[in-house]
């Protein structure tokens, strides 16, 4: 077996860089007084239609067809809001050794919030997975996650998680839910200008979670929860994090193969169902956990940027896998001789004699 090796260049997201440099203006210059008010009413604001561009772009009918593969859908909720949540529990033993108790209630919200839709769908097109499969299932973990996971925080972290209650809820419904379905009944009249300006209102995605950030550390500041983080904690944090990483990552290949998906399937539950969204998990942090967010999102905020470089790693590698080969050079052996003129001889290998016929594509995804 070939080696894995590690990529010249690691792939840190440069909207993490952004992120932090976000964070570093929050502790430098918090928002005080009227500036916080007004800070906090434009997160709010910012949260409403961030989730109603999220309504407006999912295709109900795309929806719909993907629920055709719902063996594959159903096991990757399992993992998100099963699974991740089960480890999440678990790992309360590792206090005090290892987490404080506000690092612990941030590590079990990270495994509540739903998975990514980007890069699961980027990790599973490079690793030559099943793309449509992955693009349905980030898509169908967001839009349960949005009821899911305030109900899972509410159950899970009780008290101690910054204020849970039937109120909450309530704010999560209104502040998230309604502009979703809100922007999902009117996809059929804006529909067509949020596709043509998918890059534009990405950078309004993306300018409204660096507010939500900014709010929310601001406010961590001017609490002091700052002063309940020391490296060695940190370190900790990112230890525990790496070993949930990776049995997610274990756990999502492993277990799709036990259950007897194609390798298509199997990259796509790996990579859809071992990540969590930071676009989801901010905004719903901001609203759950008030005062504390900023230690509440610290967790998430080093598990995006690991995970985003271990799945590269990973994703890399899969392409380089003989059946992902034998895959493509099947179907570009396919293409050629659709392309090719009728009744025309075969090419002759080196040897002279006949090329081999195509072998049969394995790796479909269908079992």
């Not at 999912?58 to 993907?66: F, Q």
């Not at 839009?143 to 899911?148: A, P, Q």
Request: charged share 15%.
């Amino acid at each position: 077996m070939k080696r894995l090796r590690w990529p010249r260049r690691l792939p840190i997201d440069p909207y993490i860089l952004l992120l932090l440099g976000t964070v570093g203006l929050a502790a430098l210059l918090p928002a005080r007084g009227t500036g916080a008010d007004v800070a906090s009413g434009a997160s709010t604001a910012a949260i409403a239609f961030l989730f109603f561009l999220y309504g407006a772009r999912l295709s109900t009918r795309e929806a719909m067809d993907g629920l055709r593969h719902w063996r594959l859908h159903v096991t990757v909720l399992a993992c998100t809001f099963v699974v991740f949540p089960l480890l999440g529990l678990a790992s309360r033993g590792l206090v005090p050794v290892f987490l404080t108790d506000p690092l612990y209630q941030g590590l079990l919200f990270l495994t509540l919030v739903p998975s990514t839709i980007q890069s699961s769908i980027a990790f599973t097109s490079i690793a030559r997975g099943n793309v449509p499969a992955a693009i349905c299932a980030g898509s169908f973990s967001s839009l349960v996650g949005i009821v899911v996971t305030p109900l899972l925080a509410a159950a899970l972290l009780g008290g101690g998680g910054g204020g849970f209650s039937a109120d909450s809820v309530v704010k999560i419904v209104l502040q998230l839910l309604v502009p979703f379905v809100a922007g999902q009944v009117l996809r059929r009249w804006i529909g067509g200008f949020v596709a043509r300006h998918k890059r534009v209102l990405g950078l309004v995605d993306r300018g409204s979670i660096l507010l939500v950030v900014y709010t929310a550390f601001s406010e961590g500041m001017v609490q002091g929860v700052w002063h309940q983080v020391s490296p060695v904690r940190l370190a900790g944090l990112l230890a525990v994090e790496a070993v949930l990483l990776a049995v997610m990552l274990l756990l999502t290949w492993y277990g799709a193969k036990a259950l007897r998906f194609g390798r298509e399937d199997r990259i796509a539950i790996q990579f859809a169902g071992s990540k969590k969204s930071l676009a989801a998990g901010l905004p719903m942090a901001s609203v759950l956990f008030g005062a504390q967010a900023s230690l509440a999102v610290l967790p998430l905020m080093l598990f995006h940027q690991m995970q985003l470089m271990v799945c590269a790693v990973i994703a890399k590698r899969r392409s380089q896998d003989p059946e992902a080969v034998a895959s493509e050079q099947s179907e570009q052996s396919e293409q050629s001789e659709q392309a090719g003129q009728p009744g025309q001889p075969e090419e002759a290998g080196a040897s002279g004699k006949p090329a081999a016929p195509a072998r049969t594509r394995v790796g479909t995804g269908r079992r």
